[in-house]
């Protein structure tokens, strides 16, 4: 029995290092929010991490998805935080409602208290279907270390910690949804047809949810399964692809309900400019198949306005290439060099190339196309430094299918790079010390590497108890408070606007408020001078005279506003 044991253990070793790496980092993902949050501490680093935890625990413990704030029926709906939108009163969710109601679903079977730990376990689970999904293409050898390094990467780590945003739980999906195709379209015996079939099933189902936590992602979701289904049309069939998409369509429902009930149409969501987005082209599109025999001039104008409605925001090559530099080359040097020469060579091997390498090559080629290209072209501003280059700003986390994809072509190039040697203790050395000098960098860039670390981010949470216990202390239960950045910290406890004093629009709903609420204004502490400005002018037009308060941190006071 020991004998068959060890020969086990000899033989899938891989399996039980893999489940040791995933394990572990459910651990250290998990363990920041453990120790920077508490039983009634629950608070987040970002607005839209905020909104999806309020919206999930709300979900969960009343199976809803809107509050209703009687007080914006006076002031035109400006009482809400960001990531958050007002209609009629009613607070609903603005961005994509599949991590809500994901989530959501599962705290209602089990506790609201493990919905900070979720996004860490699925995580966990994905670095074993990474494993398992490259294996399919790449072999068992490149899957195992590709996993690794995945488990160290520091976009997954981070963004698996900062647990309340969609990009991990959609990328996890999206490769479990990938695993299940590849299994489907494999060549196997007519007694597995069932099985085939099972396979189908769960990657449309794992599709669908991956579609509802980031429905924006159809921009390159639509083309890559186009093309994944042109390679394998034979294989897949009629049948499969019908179980495929009706698995898909029912994954969608939850959604499309709740959309009808938020926003009063199965297809619209949160985004109001993507909501414009959508609707527009539908309009172009129907003009350009109504116009068939039109002028050429007339075609191009639609199509030219399909395009800039496509990039709602811009597009701006030039300056997707810098984004792609700076978030990527130079981020992340240690992947993307290794990965650029890993491409050359496993070019160079065009010739031995089977089906699977072709899609993988061209369907990184489109994801990485698309979208640098379509998110490098906008501005953000993530953090309050414009000029920061920062793990936290948002091309990152939009990046991650590039990274996941980009790491088994890093593997192929170490690998030959470790081949050099003949003996086979100099090549297993040589491909530990680099997988050592690849989590040494990557753990220390993720713990260290820039100000939006996870280390001064956990600091900064821990910072924040402080300042939220010392607001709700000095602020009455039914108190609004008008912020530029603390609403992610004081709601729902406090109703919150965010807002200045350099709108006279909303000043005048400021006034209005102010004889129904207590009001105050919490921001960085007013010069004298600016002081008595605001209220020898700018607040006394409207009716309204500020008093401070208390100075609560370093920079940042409350203020009172109250009417003349």
């Known amino acids: 029995m020991f004998i068959n044991f060890k020969n086990w253990l000899i033989k899938h070793w891989h399996y039980l290092l893999l489940a040791l790496a995933a394990v572990v980092f459910f651990i250290g993902t998990a363990g920041f929010n453990y120790f920077t949050q508490s039983a009634d501490f629950i608070k987040w680093l970002?607005?839209?991490?905020?909104?999806?935890?309020?919206?999930?625990?709300?979900?969960?413990?009343?199976?809803?998805?809107?509050?209703?704030?009687?007080?914006?029926?006076l002031a035109d709906d400006i009482m809400h935080p960001r990531s958050i939108r007002s209609d009629a009163g009613y607070l609903k969710p603005v961005s994509f409602l599949g991590i809500i109601l994901i989530y959501g679903k599962i705290a209602q079977l089990t506790t609201y208290k493990i919905l900070p730990f979720l996004t860490p376990f699925f995580a966990a689970l994905g670095i074993i279907f990474y494993y398992l999904l490259i294996k399919e293409i790449f072999g068992k050898r490149n899957a195992l270390l590709s996993a690794l390094i995945l488990t160290v990467f520091p976009p997954?780590?981070?963004?698996?910690?900062?647990?309340?945003?969609?990009?991990?739980?959609?990328?996890?999906?999206?490769?479990?949804?990938?695993?299940?195709?590849c299994l489907a379209v494999k060549n196997r015996k007519a007694a597995a047809v069932i099985?085939?079939?099972?396979?189908?099933?769960?990657?449309?189902?794992?599709?669908?949810?991956?579609?509802?936590?980031?429905?924006?992602?159809?921009?390159?979701?639509?083309?890559?399964?186009?093309?994944?289904?042109?390679?394998?049309?034979?294989?897949?069939?009629?049948?499969?692809?019908?179980?495929?998409?009706a698995c898909l369509l029912f994954a969608l429902t939850p959604v499309m309900y709740w959309n009808k009930i938020l926003y009063q149409s199965y297809w619209r969501g949160g985004y109001n400019e993507m909501n414009q987005s959508i609707l527009n082209m539908a309009e172009v599109s129907a003009k350009i198949l109504k116009s068939g025999a039109a002028g050429r001039e007339t075609v191009k104008n639609n199509l030219t306005e399909i395009k800039n409605?496509?990039?709602?925001?811009?597009?701006?090559?030039?300056?997707?290439?810098?984004?792609?530099?700076?978030?990527?080359?130079?981020?992340?040097?240690?992947?993307?060099?290794?990965?650029?020469?890993?491409?050359?060579?496993?070019?160079?091997?065009?010739k031995k190339w089977r089906t699977k390498h072709y899609v993988y090559i061209i369907v990184l080629s489109t994801i990485t196309a698309i979208l640098v290209s379509y998110y490098g072209s906008w501005d953000f501003h993530d953090n309050p430094d414009q000029k920061s280059r920062t793990i936290g700003n948002?091309?990152?986390?939009?990046?991650?299918?590039?990274?996941?994809?980009a790491i088994p072509l890093a593997v192929i190039f170490l690998v030959k790079l470790s081949n050099i040697f003949k003996k086979k203790f100099l090549i297993y050395g040589w491909r530990a010390l680099i997988i050592f000098l690849i989590f040494f960098i990557s753990l220390k860039f993720v713990l260290f590497g820039s100000a939006e670390g996870l280390i001064e981010s956990a600091q900064k949470q821990l910072a924040a108890r402080a300042e939220y216990e010392k607001v709700l202390s000095l602020t009455e239960v039914k108190a609004a408070i008008i912020t530029k950045y603390h609403d992610k910290l004081l709601f729902p406890d406090r109703k919150v606007i965010v807002g200045l004093f350099d709108d006279a629009n909303m000043i005048k709903k400021y006034a209005v408020l102010a004889n129904y609420l207590p009001l105050y204004y919490y921001n960085f502490t007013f010069p004298e001078s600016d002081f008595n400005y605001l209220n020898n002018k700018r607040l006394s037009e409207f009716g309204l005279r500020i008093e401070e308060v208390e100075k609560v941190v370093k920079d940042f006071t409350l203020y009172k506003l109250e009417s003349i």
């Open 309 to 350: 409605n496509f990039f709602y925001f811009g597009w701006r090559p030039l300056k997707s290439l810098k984004m792609f530099y700076f978030y990527f080359v130079k981020m992340f040097y240690w992947i993307f060099w290794p990965s650029f020469f890993g491409f050359l060579l496993f070019l160079a091997k065009i």
């Open 46 to 73: 970002s607005p839209d991490e905020a909104a999806n935890y309020n919206f999930s625990k709300l979900y969960a413990q009343e199976g809803r998805l809107a509050i209703f704030e009687k007080y914006n029926i």
């Open 156 to 181: 997954f780590i981070y963004y698996s910690a900062r647990s309340m945003f969609h990009n991990i739980l959609f990328t996890v999906l999206l490769v479990i949804s990938l695993y299940f195709a």
């Open 394 to 405: 948002s091309y990152v986390r939009y990046w991650l299918p590039i990274y996941l994809g």
């Open 195 to 245: 099985l085939l079939d099972l396979w189908a099933a769960l990657s449309g189902v794992f599709l669908g949810l991956a579609i509802i936590t980031r429905s924006s992602e159809l921009i390159w979701l639509i083309p890559v399964w186009l093309i994944i289904w042109l390679f394998n049309v034979k294989r897949f069939g009629l049948i499969k692809l019908m179980i495929f998409m």
